[in-house]
């Protein structure tokens, strides 16, 4: 329930965060190390910076990466474009103020993040990992692509920022999906009934 689209406003969210009120932002989520592949996401950004200049991207974590990422930012001509915000105690104001999350990480489970950023609406662009691919229909209710496919990583990018309709059924679809698929009371059920056929 704390992660809805309804919790805040993304007016506020974005000036909070030092952003631009319009024009796209993608956002990426975790912490700064290798099994994120915030690397990739910085070269993500430089591309779909060719195609739509007016986006801004948001790394929001701390990590053994930092000053690695900053470098490559800087590489990469994206640094004017690319917010590095550390640790953000309320990750809700992240996904208000964001178009798209992207996970182009290395390896996953099953990443809060994912359902966090789903439960509020927020249109997923992830690597097509195990724990990822459990939960996101591919075009359905977000977008799977495969570990280290840059210019397909681009492409689903550019596919919601260009179309406002998608990116607003892929939300509600997720949306849909976490609250019924995730609660805590359908949780809480289903362990139950675990602890019943064992105990029986």
Avoid: W
Wanted: with cysteine; glycine share 8%; aromatic share 8%.
């Amino acid at each position: 329930r704390r992660f809805s689209s309804g919790c805040g406003s993304r007016a506020g969210a974005r000036k909070s965060l030092g952003l631009p009120e319009s024009g796209p932002v993608v956002a990426g989520v975790g912490r700064l190390n290798p099994q994120k592949n915030f690397s990739l996401f910085i070269r993500i950004a430089a591309d779909v910076l060719k195609r739509h200049p007016q986006t801004h991207f948001v790394l929001a974590g701390e990590g053994p990466e930092n000053e690695l990422l900053r470098k490559l930012a800087q590489e990469c001509g994206v640094g004017d474009r690319l917010h590095f915000c550390g640790y953000v105690p309320d990750t809700r104001q992240i996904y208000l103020a964001a178009d798209v999350l992207l996970m182009p990480s290395l390896f996953e489970g099953l990443p809060m993040t994912l359902l966090e950023a789903m439960a509020m609406r927020v249109p997923v662009v992830a690597s097509a990992l195990d724990g990822i691919a459990e939960v996101v229909d591919d075009g359905r209710d977000g977008f799977l692509v495969q570990t280290g496919d840059l210019p397909m990583f681009c492409e689903r990018i550019c596919q919601v920022i260009e179309d406002p309709s998608l990116a607003r059924d892929i939300g509600e679809s997720a949306s849909y999906k976490i609250s019924n698929r995730f609660s805590s009371e359908r949780m809480c059920r289903e362990v139950e009934l675990i602890y019943d056929r064992f105990s029986k």
